[in-house]
């Protein structure tokens, strides 16, 4: 509720500072019907995939739950725009299901940080980044709350320069548009922009490097420092060593992969950095109190 809110607010406000009815919004469903969202309120849509009316750009919003009712007929339709040419979005996890119907071939995207771990998994050959938004050529895909603000501003400035796009974004109290290239908070990762830029940036190679893990010293001559220098980095913002920290990163992503996908336990291993299944197990046990088994049987 919180996507559709955001972006369709966005829209609405634009008109009203246009001073012009330029943008319109409907609705659609699978069959037509009422849509219950998660926090128990309920769009009644419009139209049904069946008979969507001409628009210049369709969004697909999901929820947590991939297999919701009349999913093939989605995918179809999303299928058949795309031979025709339209222009396709996505936000959050919704472009989890524009991968399924194959619109996201040869282009970059992105998705909400919790799924995509997952979204890597299943499509490894299609680029998805972990940036607040992301938009190439007729696709449009933004990570989930609040970055659906951050994209339909950046449509707004398209259309109607940046002067309207900030003064929609002050109706809002939004502080910073962000662009494409910002990236999403991710999971335990801390706010790091009033302390240092070199540990930011070491947080962000690391998040971005856990299949295959740096060394510390590749690490500390990613930002020109010593080895020491980057602990001390470390032990004074985040009260923790780089391993330590590193560690959870990968174990987190390790967890995510557990929940959400039902890839072999050994294949979630290799590709958090883990070379021996037994110390996999053993780390992730410290880490969560429980082994990777367990995580899987309580999850599916």
Request: proline share 2%; glycine share 4%.
């Given at each position: 509720m919180f996507c559709v809110s955001a972006a369709?607010?966005?829209l609405r406000s634009a008109n009203l500072v246009s001073g012009q009815t330029f943008y319109h919004w409907s609705a659609i469903s699978h069959d037509g019907e009422p849509v219950r969202?998660?926090?128990g309120l309920t769009i009644k849509p419009a139209h049904s995939v069946g008979d969507i009316p001409a628009a210049d750009l369709i969004f697909i919003i999901a929820s947590m739950n991939l297999d919701f009712p009349g999913k093939a007929r989605v995918i179809s339709q999303l299928r058949a725009l795309g031979r025709r040419g339209a222009s396709l979005g996505a936000l959050s996890v919704g472009s989890h299901v524009l991968a399924e119907a194959g619109q996201l071939e040869g282009h970059r995207c992105t998705?909400?940080?919790?799924?995509?771990?997952?979204?890597?998994?299943?499509?490894?050959?299609?680029?998805?980044?972990?940036?607040?938004?992301e938009i190439d050529r007729k696709r449009y895909t933004a990570a989930g709350g609040i970055t659906g603000i951050d994209l339909m501003l950046e449509l707004v400035?398209?259309?109607?320069?940046a002067d309207i796009a900030n003064k929609v974004a002050n109706n809002f109290q939004y502080e910073r548009i962000r662009s494409h290239l910002d990236r999403q908070r991710v999971g335990r990762e801390p706010d790091l922009a009033a302390k240092s830029?070199?540990?930011r940036r070491l947080t962000e190679l690391m998040a971005d490097n856990l299949e295959e893990p740096l060394s510390a010293g590749e690490l500390a001559a990613a930002v020109q420092l010593s080895v020491r220098q980057v602990e001390r980095l470390?032990?004074?913002?985040?009260?923790?060593t780089p391993g330590?920290?590193?560690?959870?990163?990968?174990l987190e992503r390790a967890r995510q992969l557990l929940r959400q996908t039902n890839i072999p336990i050994l294949e979630v291993a290799l590709s958090t950095g883990f070379t021996s299944h037994s110390y996999f197990a053993q780390s992730y046990r410290m880490q969560f109190g429980r082994a990777p088994?367990?995580?899987r049987r309580t999850t599916f």
């Open positions: 369709i607010d966005v969202a998660s926090n998705i909400h940080w919790e799924n995509r771990a997952a979204f890597r998994e299943a499509f490894p050959h299609i680029e998805c980044t972990s940036n607040v938004y400035r398209g259309d109607f320069g830029d070199k540990l470390f032990l004074k913002h985040l009260n923790s330590r920290y590193y560690m959870t990163l990968r088994s367990d995580e």
